[in-house]
């Protein structure tokens, strides 16, 4: 059960869009297209924002998306906002458990 | 609306016990698989148990609790339990009482804050 691995930080300008990856193996990410996305403001609770690797929960914005190739899950947000600026994580099915990944710190510049 | 509301949690020496509790609300509780998430201070998620729903009495727990935290509900109580002994200094973190949808974590709660320390 090894975390997934995601880029520590990310950053972009207002109206730009930011790409964050999530690299899991053959027996997590690679197995299962149960991949999801979660945003969470400081001091608040994770968000979903992204299941099973591309779908939007109704409420969330189609400026985020999300996609998977191989091992590596991505995380797209278009069109970035002042509230975007989160902490976003990935997580995935691994048979009979769930794999987190780090974290990744967004920064709208 | 779904609600999840944990209690029990608290300072405990190293070694000690202590029992988590989750009233849920808002939905048919029997109907779903609940989990504890459980995020320590300043970093990121774990998943640490899960528990069928729809008459499942599936089981499942992570590496680092598994043979220490034991998962249990009671539909009729609407509510989640988790028993944790055992407990170790890297066990200190919030704990979630999370409702998964479709292999996701799609409602959760608060949370309850854990310290383990002497």
């Known amino acids: 059960q090894s975390a997934l691995t995601q880029p520590p930080s990310a950053s972009g300008s207002p109206g730009q869009s930011v790409t964050i990856s999530c690299t899991g193996t053959?027996?997590?990410?690679?197995?299962?297209?149960?991949v999801s996305w979660y945003q969470q403001h400081p001091g608040k609770v994770p968000k979903l924002m992204i299941y099973?690797?591309?779908k939007r929960p109704s409420g969330v914005p189609d400026r985020f998306s999300g996609s998977k190739s191989g091992n590596t899950a991505s995380l797209t947000v278009s069109g970035l906002q002042a509230d975007d600026e989160a902490d976003y994580s990935c997580?995935?099915?691994?048979?009979?458990?769930?794999?987190f990944g780090g974290g990744t710190k967004l920064t709208v510049l | 609306e779904v609600q999840l509301v944990e209690s029990g949690g608290g300072l405990v020496q190293p070694g000690g016990s202590l029992r988590l509790s989750c009233a849920a609300s808002?939905?048919?509780?029997?109907?779903?698989?609940v989990n504890w998430v459980r995020q320590a201070p300043g970093k990121g998620l774990e998943w640490v148990s899960y528990?069928?729903?729809?008459?499942?009495?599936?089981?499942w727990y992570a590496e680092s609790v598994k043979g220490r935290f034991s998962i249990s509900r009671d539909n009729a109580q609407n509510s989640l339990f988790l028993q944790m002994n055992s407990l170790r200094a890297e066990d200190t973190a919030v704990y979630h009482c999370?409702?998964?949808?479709?292999?996701?974590?799609?409602?959760w709660g608060q949370g309850t804050l854990v310290t383990v320390s002497s």
């Open positions: 808002g939905f048919t509780f029997s109907d779903y698989s």
């Open positions: 099973e690797v591309s």
């Open positions: 053959s027996s997590d990410v690679g197995a299962y297209n149960y």
């Open positions: 999370v409702r998964d949808v479709d292999y996701a974590f799609k409602d």
């Open positions: 528990i069928g729903g729809g008459g499942s009495t599936t089981t």
């Open positions: 997580t995935s099915y691994a048979g009979s458990s769930w794999v």
